[in-house]
């Protein structure tokens, strides 16, 4: 299946720009699917990647602040995954690593995508990191590199 994002036009409009991923590693394997599937996605933009892990999904936006305080990167893509549990611990993850990622890129002003899949079960995980329902971590890609294109674009006047 594709994406419901409307796709951008294949142009190297990112060219010599830098993104960062960051990635929560709690699952491996999912991990590596999100990254490579964003990589794909920067890279066919024309724009450089730096990865920078982390445990999981709650530190996720403590590593967006450190990438947008660097001032390196023109927006940063959070990747990540968290599955349901049988405890309440699910819903406080999911809550704080949307609402930190959100406030990093609401006070930096640099970009920052919410790629991290809340899930119910593990298999749909898989189908969601690129086994057939969607890729989150090309659609976090797609996102970031379109709110990188609009902040250029405003700050030129070119909007």
């Given at each position: 299946?594709?994406?419901?994002?409307?796709a951008?036009?294949?142009?190297?409009a990112a060219?010599?720009?830098v993104?960062?991923?960051?990635?929560?590693?709690?699952?491996?394997?999912?991990?590596?699917?999100?990254?490579?599937?964003?990589?794909?996605?920067?890279?066919?933009?024309?724009?450089?990647?730096?990865?920078?892990?982390?445990?999981?999904?709650f530190?996720?936006?403590l590593?967006?602040?450190?990438?947008?305080?660097?001032?390196?990167?023109?927006?940063?893509?959070?990747?990540?995954?968290?599955?349901?549990g049988?405890?309440?611990?699910?819903?406080?993850?999911?809550?704080?690593?949307a609402?930190?990622?959100?406030?990093?890129?609401l006070?930096?002003?640099?970009p920052?995508?919410?790629?991290?899949?809340?899930?119910?079960?593990?298999?749909?995980?898989?189908?969601?990191?690129?086994?057939?329902?969607?890729?989150?971590?090309?659609?976090?890609?797609?996102?970031?590199?379109?709110?990188?294109?609009?902040?250029?674009?405003?700050?030129?006047?070119?909007a």
């Amino acid at each position: 299946m594709t994406s419901p994002y409307p796709a951008h036009p294949a142009k190297p409009a990112a060219s010599g720009l830098v993104f960062a991923v960051c990635v929560g590693r709690f699952y491996e394997d999912l991990a590596r699917r999100l990254v490579a599937g964003a990589t794909v996605v920067f890279a066919g933009a024309g724009a450089s990647v730096e990865v920078h892990e982390v445990p999981g999904a709650f530190e996720l936006p403590l590593a967006a602040k450190y990438c947008a305080e660097s001032g390196r990167y023109a927006g940063i893509a959070c990747l990540g995954v968290v599955i349901r549990g049988q405890t309440d611990h699910y819903d406080h993850v999911c809550r704080e690593a949307a609402a930190g990622i959100a406030r990093v890129s609401l006070d930096s002003g640099v970009p920052c995508a919410f790629g991290v899949l809340t899930v119910d079960t593990m298999e749909q995980a898989y189908q969601r990191a690129g086994g057939g329902v969607r890729h989150q971590g090309e659609d976090a890609a797609r996102a970031v590199l379109r709110m990188a294109e609009l902040r250029r674009s405003l700050a030129s006047g070119a909007a």
